[in-house]
């Protein structure tokens, strides 16, 4: 038998498999479907204060190399969520919730509220949010990222942790780090979508979502390079107390084998989800445990953070 727990923040989960924020999430039917999948945890769609429609159709779309949107946030507002999330407490696995704030003082109202919801395991802060019309995300940031992280930590009674956008320079990994080693965030979660991208239909010479010209967030297999260097990076540059929750390009159990690798402690699932639906987390759970197998592992320590270098 191979045993596929890890923990987070002193969480146990039963296997490190868990839906990124946005993927089948807002509603009560798909939170009570992830509940009942066999992912280790959920977490839910990110809220604002107040609900939010979203941007126009259509506002996801997928590619060859993974998917493209500009969500722009609809989300029924926290209050929704904080008188739903009592009935999510008889599935028996972790709770997350997103909070994705317009302002910081949106963020602090909606964390301290939900810092008394008995439901929840850990909230995670999103820094990176690309997708709502001429709001720059907090993320690139580094300034406005210190003073949202400083006022929501102080706040926030939960453990913490910070959705990050990917980065790709290594004085950006060690700016946003030393600013996490200076905070008692719990976790940080790399990789929200890449922002900005530009899918094109050659047929019909067109782009394929409406909102912002065509332009939106990827994610999909595309993004795992990216995503991976982002969870070992900061791995490697996080004190050692701060976990990494990896997320970007997942699309099998080798993907999910291969964040372990680079240091990742969880694994979220978004673009393929949305593709496949809940059930997926069976299929990527068995070829997880194929190659664990294949390798003779028999727990992910054996396995995490465990990325060779050439020699
Ligand atoms: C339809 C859709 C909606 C998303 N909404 C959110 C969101 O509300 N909050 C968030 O933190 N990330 C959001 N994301 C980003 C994903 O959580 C994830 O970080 C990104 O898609 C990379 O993972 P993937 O390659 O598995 O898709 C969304 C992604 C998709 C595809």
Excluded: W
């Excluded at 200076?182 to 976790?187: G, P, R, W």
Aim: with cysteine.
């Amino acid at each position: 038998m191979i045993d596929l727990s890890t923990t987070i923040t002193g969480i146990k989960l039963k296997n490190p498999l868990m839906n990124a924020s946005g993927a089948l999430c807002m509603t009560k039917e798909e939170l009570h479907e992830l509940g009942a999948s066999s992912s280790g945890a959920f977490i839910s769609k990110s809220c604002t204060l107040l609900a939010r429609d979203g941007n126009p159709e259509p506002r996801y779309a997928d590619f060859s190399g993974g998917s493209i949107n500009s969500m722009g946030l609809p989300n029924p507002g926290y209050q929704f969520y904080t008188s739903f999330f009592p009935e999510l407490a008889k599935y028996t696995k972790p709770l997350f919730a997103s909070v994705s704030g317009l302002s910081l003082a949106d963020n602090v109202q909606i964390i301290k509220t939900f810092s008394e919801v008995k439901a929840l395991s850990a909230i995670e802060l999103n820094l990176s949010c690309p997708n709502v019309p001429g709001k720059p995300q907090v993320g690139y940031d580094f300034e406005h990222s210190a003073e949202y992280i400083h006022a929501v930590s102080k706040i926030c009674k939960k453990p913490l942790g910070v959705k990050l956008p990917p980065y790709f320079d290594f004085a950006h990994f060690e700016q946003m780090a030393a600013i996490i080693n200076k905070s008692n965030i719990a976790f940080v979660t790399c990789i929200n979508s890449l922002g900005n991208g530009l899918v094109i239909d050659p047929a019909k010479e067109q782009v394929v979502i409406k909102p912002k010209g065509g332009y939106g967030g990827i994610g999909g297999s595309c993004v795992k390079p990216i995503a991976l260097s982002n969870v070992h990076k900061f791995r490697e540059l996080l004190k050692p107390s701060i976990q990494v929750i990896g997320c970007g390009g997942v699309t099998s159990g080798t993907d999910v084998f291969e964040h372990l690798l680079a240091g990742a402690d969880v694994v979220q699932v978004g673009t393929t989800l949305v593709q496949y639906g809940p059930k997926v987390f069976d299929r990527l759970l068995k070829e997880l445990e194929i190659i664990m197998k294949k390798k003779q592992y028999s727990s992910l320590v054996d396995c995490k953070g465990k990325l060779k270098q050439l020699s």
